[in-house]
């Protein structure tokens, strides 16, 4: 109970919001997902505001998809507006990524802390590996097949909820 009332400490509350304005700001420079800058954030500051370390990376992911749940509607909003949403493609996406995101958190909520947080390490190698390599994906046009898009859904809704990431970092490319 005392690591509750510790995260709401005047001290702790001026830290989070200062860690959230960083977590913005690289995320705006390099053009990543929040959960990606977000999840290493609070594995290394959750401790020093009384988290036990073993519960550190869970609550890590699980507040960075909690945080994405508002960025993501605030900028459907926006895109939205400009007609930039093809909800045919939304739609075709959604089930595989929610029955994927539930398999994740049953898998994550499985895990102990340091494999979780190896394994968002290992996903953070595959981001930069596929950042430094030079082949440019190959354009496709016209929707995927049913099971094609179930299948990528739910490996989408999988990686997402076990790492702590919005799904549009794996989206986007398969789109």
């Known amino acids: 109970m005392s690591s509750f009332i510790t995260l709401f400490s005047v001290d702790s509350i001026l830290l989070l919001l200062f860690l959230g304005a960083v977590v913005g700001i690289v995320a705006g420079l390099f053009g990543v997902g929040g959960g990606l800058v977000i999840v290493p954030v609070l594995i290394w500051s ?13 609550m890590a992911v699980g507040t960075s998809l909690a945080t994405i749940v508002f960025t993501s509607i605030a900028a459907v909003r926006a895109h939205q507006r400009r007609g930039a949403v093809v909800w045919r493609y939304f739609l075709a996406l959604t089930p595989g990524i929610l029955l994927g995101a539930w398999l994740g958190g049953m898998i994550a909520g499985g895990l102990e802390g340091e494999s979780l947080r190896r394994l968002f390490a290992l ?42 990431i919005g799904g549009g970092t794996l989206t986007v490319p398969y789109l």
Not at 46 to 58: K, R
Not at 135 to 144: F, V
């Open 123 to 164: 996903f953070l190698l595959i981001v930069a590996f596929r950042m430094f390599r030079e082949a440019p994906l190959e354009a496709r046009y016209g929707l995927a097949s049913r099971w094609q898009n179930s299948g990528v859904g739910l490996g989408i809704g999988a990686i997402s909820a076990l790492v702590g």
């Open 46 to 58: 959750l401790p020093l505001l009384g988290v036990e370390e073993s519960l550190s990376v869970h």
